[in-house]
């Protein structure tokens, strides 16, 4: 039993997919033992509505998602950050920004669906792709034993997750 609920900040370009899946995956799958944030270096402003599609067939909550800048997390109100994943992809050299301060962080880059190309069905399945590989990595990060892992271990089982798709725990 954790005392407090870890803020977990999951970091993409547009905050229009990739951090907005995650963040509704972590908010229901984890039990209350972490409070998930999302946003975007050049957010877009609104979520993508194939994302919300999606999240609202998988039964998780929509209402609160929105698309925002991460410079809402660095305002000295903001809750204070104990993990950052970026989740950007290299590959289509986006930028991703880089989080100063003390938070664990590690990158779990995606392809971003938003920017998908195909009729419509191949479009969605590469949401349902980058849903399935996030609720992955998130299920793989909750079940770790976060009290009793150094940060060295730690920020190396961070780095696997990212690195390792299909990874168990």
């Not at 989740?87 to 880059?109: F, K, L, R, T, Y």
């Amino acid at each position: 039993m954790v005392d407090h609920a870890y803020n977990v900040l999951f970091l993409c370009t547009g905050n229009s997919a990739r951090s907005i899946i995650a963040e509704a995956i972590m908010n229901r799958e984890a039990q209350g033992r972490f409070r998930a944030f999302s946003a975007g270096s050049h957010p877009k402003g609104q979520v993508h509505p194939f994302a919300l599609d999606l999240l609202k067939k998988m039964n998780h909550p929509t209402a609160d998602l929105r698309s925002k800048g991460w410079d809402e997390f660095a305002k000295p109100d903001a809750s204070q950050l104990d993990f950052v994943f970026t989740i950007c992809d290299n590959a289509a050299n986006e930028v991703c920004p880089v989080w100063p301060g003390q938070p664990m962080s590690a990158h779990w880059g995606l392809p971003d669906p938003a920017a998908a190309e195909g009729n419509e069905t191949e479009q969605r399945l590469a949401f349902a792709d980058t849903y399935r590989v996030l609720h992955n990595r998130i299920s793989i990060f909750t079940s770790l034993p976060l009290k009793s892992l150094d940060k060295l271990s730690l920020q190396k089982r961070l780095d696997e997750i990212g690195r390792n798709l299909s990874q168990s725990a």
